[in-house]
């Protein structure tokens, strides 16, 4: 049995306490990991993280409409790319924040909720400013000016000192990059996109992992001292991937299967993304800084390569429509959805369903331990 099946067989009862008391959430007093109670939260990134922020802008990737969030409470389509919760929802939960993270440009949300669990997340944003163009997301820079914003307003309301205590002890969590590799640079693969007329692959991951070095220490200016980042999934088992990219890729197989040259690129860029945060980390020591890596490759391939021991049906399509293209409003009401989405890895064509997403923040509970203690 391989450590991620261990280490989703020993959470089974953390998931089973959230199931049981997910209604009664609000009158539990807030949880503690290994005895650190965390004011706050803070996300950025693409649409793995947005909980809604792209339904208040003019973009061109949204989801706050069924069928997406049948299984979120009260069936709500907030805005998240899921059947129900994401990984920083469980994330905010397990730190005693708030039961899920709000978008910060809701124009309801209160400075209550955004003290503790708030993201600034944007679907099909990514590190790369043309991949939040493509679609009119907000790009990673404008996500860290609403950030600053948050941070005048939070002084406003408690004081300067207090501000800085709560930012300093919360935790930033970031994912980004699939959308620079799946939109700006791979495309539908019928023809050159504009990054791969000007990058060669090596040099358009060199360009990234600048544009992160520099998003990170953004945050490390403005006082982020916990900082959690998270890899590439397997671009090359994304259904949608699985659909339009075409077939004489190197090592590509005839049958409906995961892209192996895609993978390689998401594992080759996930080392460099490692090595790149080892550095940081020596960087910004000096300021008490601490940074982690959040695996999102490893547990997800695992569940995809032996589905039957984590109780899934379907691998390679979504639950959403045919699950082989349908995201966004192409996975609407109209679309048929299937009978138990708990079966399904993928909600639509390019996310995971919540239980999915479960079993990632699961396997990845060591590194967010460490990261948030010491």
Not at 60 to 81: A, L
Not at 317 to 339: D, F, H, K, Q
Request: glycine content about 8%.
């Amino acid at each position: 049995m391989s450590s991620y099946k261990q280490h989703f067989s020993i959470c089974v009862h953390l998931f089973l306490f959230m199931l049981i008391f997910s209604s009664r959430a609000q009158d539990q007093p807030p949880l503690k990991t290994r005895g650190y109670l965390f004011r706050s939260v803070y996300t950025f990134g693409d649409s793995f993280v947005d909980p809604g922020n792209n339904n208040y802008i003019q973009a061109m990737s949204k989801s706050n409409f069924p069928p997406y969030g049948t299984d979120f409470v009260n069936q709500m389509s907030t805005g998240r790319f899921s059947n129900g919760r994401l990984f920083p929802d469980f994330l905010a939960y397990y730190l005693g924040t708030e039961k899920y993270q709000q978008p910060y440009l809701d124009p309801t949300l209160n400075l209550r909720e955004s003290v503790t669990a708030v993201s600034f997340a944007s679907a099909t944003s990514g590190y790369d400013p043309i991949t939040a163009n493509l679609t009119k997301a907000i790009p990673m820079s404008e996500q860290l000016e609403n950030f600053k914003q948050y941070k005048v307003k939070l002084q406003k309301k408690i004081g300067r000192k207090r501000a800085e205590d709560q930012i300093k002890k919360a935790l930033f969590y970031v994912n980004a990059g699939s959308d620079d590799f799946a939109l700006s640079y791979f495309g539908d693969g019928k023809g050159q996109t504009i990054r791969q007329k000007q990058y060669r692959l090596p040099d358009y991951e060199q360009f990234l992992l600048q544009l992160m070095a520099q998003f990170i220490q953004g945050l490390s200016d403005q006082g982020a001292r916990k900082i959690a980042v998270t890899g590439l999934p397997p671009l090359g088992c994304i259904p949608v991937g699985i659909t339009l990219l075409p077939t004489n890729l190197p090592n590509a197989s005839p049958k409906r299967s995961c892209l192996d040259y895609v993978n390689s690129v998401s594992r080759d860029f996930n080392v460099l993304l490692q090595n790149q945060l080892k550095a940081m980390q020596s960087k910004l020591s000096k300021v008490g800084t601490k940074i982690g890596y959040i695996d999102f490759e490893q547990p997800l391939l695992d569940v995809i390569q032996n589905p039957k021991e984590y109780g899934f049906t379907q691998v390679n399509n979504g639950c959403c429509g045919s699950g082989l293209y349908e995201i966004g409003t192409l996975c609407n009401a109209t679309s048929p959805v299937c009978a138990d989405a708990s079966e399904y890895v993928f909600w639509d064509a390019a996310h995971p369903t919540e239980r999915t997403y479960f079993i990632i923040f699961t396997s990845n509970l060591g590194t967010i331990n460490h990261i948030i203690t010491g």
